[in-house]
């Protein structure tokens, strides 16, 4: 999909939006890479790296060199250039750079609120001490909301492939942040936890504890589900609480669960590129973003990971449009869903709400 390039409308362009799925790891743009591939052009030390990882991980990268990295074509390729974004993200400052340049690219897209995941799970994997990393990634959120204007929220993401333990530990770091900078400022900017990863490899039941232990300590609850197994892994995702869900590609095999999520008014977080890249969905026609906003699911539309797709949420929309037919009407709709299935609270969702509602009288 990096190869299709399309005008996005001065309509979409101005749309106030918000975006629900978004991996920071995943905004990382070619040439932010590779000037963290110059920076740290070492192997990750052996020492704090648990797992082995390739000792060849660490090569300088050029623009490029990453263009390549980014064009794969199926699930496998797009985690291994996932790895190699990991691989290059050490210190605080890569953290704080990399939040900094995700916020200004939400400003010129319009974007004015964002809950992006970190992959807190990742970071525990290699050992690396997340205290010091939370402090960039907080230092990245401050300036950029000062600088840009756009709301951020944090999801710690949790990789179900590293099982319950490991998922637990991510939530249980949730709560502590959380709770602590509630008791100095009295807000907090970690609003959830989520699980990615491979859903084969690790089903939500897993996770039952995990999702009740979050939820009991005022953290909201999301899942990848449904992005490359079937229905059951969304029945799942639901039956341990998950209040919005990840992709929900899969849910169309089951009348019974489209119709839940149509009643129940769960949110569903589409990414339609994403989809394509990782050969989740083969064709486009066949993505049922757009049976589902016509049987009453309250969708939203994603970029998951922007720059490993060569996308953009502006590029969604205008996507939806071009393939799906979605009217402007619908897609305000959309943008809509996507403030009121945030993890905001009920005042900050009217504040953007209204900003929306300008917008539209001034169209
Ligand atoms: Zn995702």
Redesign the pocket.
């Known amino acids: 999909m990096s190869g299709l390039f399309f005008n996005v409308s001065p309509f979409i362009r101005a749309l106030p939006k918000a975006e629900l799925?978004l991996?920071l790891e995943g905004t990382v743009s070619p040439q932010t890479l590779s000037e963290l591939s110059r920076k740290h052009n070492t192997p990750m030390p052996v020492e704090n790296n648990r797992y082995a990882i390739n000792p060849d991980s660490g090569s300088e990268l050029t623009v490029a060199d990453v263009e390549r990295l980014y064009e794969y074509t199926d699930f496998q390729g797009f985690l291994m250039a996932f790895k190699a974004v990991t691989e290059r993200l050490r210190t605080p400052e890569d953290y704080e750079l990399i939040t900094y340049r995700m916020l200004q690219q939400l400003r010129d897209e319009n974007v004015f609120h964002a809950e992006a995941?970190v992959s807190v799970g990742v970071i525990h994997w290699r050992g690396q001490e997340f205290e010091h990393i939370f402090e960039g990634l907080e230092r990245g959120r401050i300036t950029g909301e000062r600088d840009f204007g756009v709301s951020l929220l944090w999801i710690f993401d949790a990789v179900r492939n590293f099982g319950a333990d490991e998922a637990y530990k991510v939530a249980d770091e949730a709560v502590a942040y959380r709770e602590r900078q509630l008791a100095e400022t009295g807000k907090s900017s970690v609003v959830g936890i989520g699980i990615?990863g491979d859903e084969l490899r690790g089903a939500p039941e897993l996770f039952r504890n995990t999702y009740r232990y979050a939820a009991n300590h005022d953290l909201r609850l999301t899942a990848?589900a449904g992005?490359n197994a079937g229905p059951g892994s969304i029945w799942g995702a639901l039956n341990i609480g998950a209040e919005r869900l990840?992709?929900g590609l899969n849910a169309f095999q089951d009348a019974e669960l489209i119709e839940h999520l149509a009643e129940k008014q769960i949110p569903v977080e589409v990414?339609i590129s994403?989809n394509l890249r990782t050969g989740c969905c083969k064709r486009i026609e066949d993505h049922p973003v757009k049976k589902m906003f016509d049987a009453g699911v309250m969708i939203t539309l994603n970029t998951?990971?922007p720059a490993m797709f060569g996308t953009s949420l502006n590029k969604e929309y205008q996507l939806a449009q071009d393939v799906f037919g979605f009217s402007d009407e619908q897609l305000r709709e959309i943008a809509r869903n996507s403030f009121e299935a945030s993890f905001l609270g009920a005042e900050e969702k009217v504040g953007f709400l209204d900003l929306l509602d300008a917008q539209s009288t001034k169209a």
């Open positions: 799925h991996h995941f990615g990848h992005e990840g992709h990414c994403s998951d990971d």
